[in-house]
């Protein structure tokens, strides 16, 4: 019992540390900047001028072939490394102002952003050490060969069910304005948090709206054995411009991209961390 206190004990000196708590800050600017590509990168694959991918390692990429990319890129892949170990010292010890069951979700919660974090750092250690980086390939690829093992599909198919219902959640988070509770409000002048308000609206709403339509597509490649659905987030934006309206539905998708990318920035300011 002394163990798990003293290892409580110290994770939470570790999540209240002021460097750690700069360099969360500091990865909440790179993770905007990141959005931002993305909906750029949307708008490219919008107009018909996009000839790489329309997901973070797309992003990661396009910022790296510029003066001083690598180096942003560095500092960006640090940032999302401090912020996952946030976000997992977060799930061990944190959310302690909430009880009970919703202590619970918040910490799963933070269990999963953890994860998002580590992926995106991890997309950019894979650009700065020039390996073959295409987030979309690789998922293609790894759907394709999990599709041909024993209950493979269904693997593929849960795993799109799930992309999915993460998109509805952040959908529903976005627009129920529960992302308010994280934010330093007090410390806002009203303009700041209606500007706030908007963007976190507008950004969830887009990127769960992203999301699902990942999720149904890594579904419908399950059901339908083709991989060349399973390409994440990059099909998804390929797949909305292709549709009836799609210029103006996915010229719409990458406003609210950009709209999470500058919420970002509010929150590395006004976050609680």
Same mark, same amino acid.
């Given at each position: 019992?002394?163990?798990?206190?003293?290892?409580?004990?110290?994770?939470?000196?570790?999540?209240?540390?002021?460097?750690?708590?700069?360099?969360?800050?500091?990865?909440?600017?790179?993770?905007?900047?990141?959005?931002?590509?993305?909906?750029?990168?949307?708008?490219?694959?919008?107009?018909?001028?996009?000839?790489?991918?329309?997901?973070?390692?797309?992003?990661?990429?396009?910022?790296?072939?510029?003066?001083? *990319?690598?180096?942003?890129?560095? #500092?960006? !892949?640090?940032?999302?490394?401090?912020?996952? /170990?946030?976000?997992? +010292?977060? %799930? $061990?010890?944190?959310?302690?102002?909430?009880?009970?069951?919703?202590?619970?979700?918040?910490?799963?919660?933070?269990?999963?952003?953890?994860?998002?974090?580590?992926?995106?750092?991890?997309?950019?250690?894979?650009?700065?050490?020039?390996?073959?980086?295409?987030?979309?390939?690789?998922?293609?690829?790894?759907?394709?060969?999990?599709?041909?093992?024993?209950?493979?599909?269904?693997?593929?198919?849960?795993?799109?069910?799930?992309?999915?219902?993460?998109?509805?959640?952040?959908?529903?988070?976005?627009?129920?304005?529960?992302?308010?509770?994280?934010?330093?409000?007090?410390?806002?002048?009203?303009?700041?948090?209606?500007?706030?308000?908007?963007? *976190?609206?507008?950004?969830?709403? #887009?990127? !769960?709206?992203?999301?699902?339509?990942?999720? /149904?597509?890594?579904? +419908?490649? %399950? $059901?339908?054995?083709?991989?060349?659905?399973?390409?994440?987030?990059?099909?998804?934006?390929?797949?909305?411009?292709?549709?009836?309206?799609?210029?103006?539905?996915?010229?719409?998708?990458?406003?609210?991209?950009?709209?999470?990318?500058?919420?970002?920035?509010?929150?590395?300011?006004?976050?609680?961390?």
């Amino acid at each position: 019992m002394s163990l798990t206190r003293n290892a409580e004990a110290t994770a939470s000196r570790t999540a209240n540390s002021r460097s750690l708590e700069l360099l969360a800050r500091a990865g909440f600017i790179g993770y905007g900047i990141v959005h931002l590509l993305i909906a750029w990168l949307a708008l490219q694959i919008a107009f018909g001028r996009s000839t790489g991918d329309g997901d973070q390692s797309g992003a990661l990429q396009t910022l790296a072939a510029q003066p001083m *990319g690598k180096f942003l890129v560095g #500092a960006i !892949g640090v940032g999302l490394l401090a912020m996952a /170990l946030w976000q997992a +010292l977060e %799930a $061990v010890v944190g959310h302690r102002s909430e009880q009970g069951g919703h202590r619970t979700t918040e910490r799963i919660a933070s269990v999963g952003r953890t994860v998002v974090y580590l992926y995106f750092a991890w997309s950019a250690w894979k650009v700065l050490s020039g390996a073959e980086a295409s987030s979309a390939d690789k998922s293609e690829a790894f759907s394709g060969k999990l599709m041909e093992s024993a209950g493979g599909r269904w693997l593929v198919g849960l795993a799109g069910l799930v992309l999915a219902a993460i998109g509805v959640g952040l959908v529903v988070y976005g627009v129920k304005k529960k992302f308010l509770k994280h934010l330093k409000t007090g410390e806002m002048s009203p303009k700041t948090r209606r500007l706030s308000e908007r963007l *976190g609206v507008a950004g969830y709403a #887009a990127k !769960g709206g992203v999301y699902g339509i990942a999720g /149904l597509l890594v579904i +419908l490649a %399950a $059901v339908n054995y083709d991989p060349d659905r399973a390409r994440g987030l990059d099909a998804a934006l390929r797949t909305l411009r292709d549709q009836s309206y799609g210029t103006l539905l996915l010229t719409l998708m990458a406003l609210g991209l950009a709209a999470y990318g500058v919420y970002c920035f509010v929150q590395s300011r006004y976050r609680k961390v």
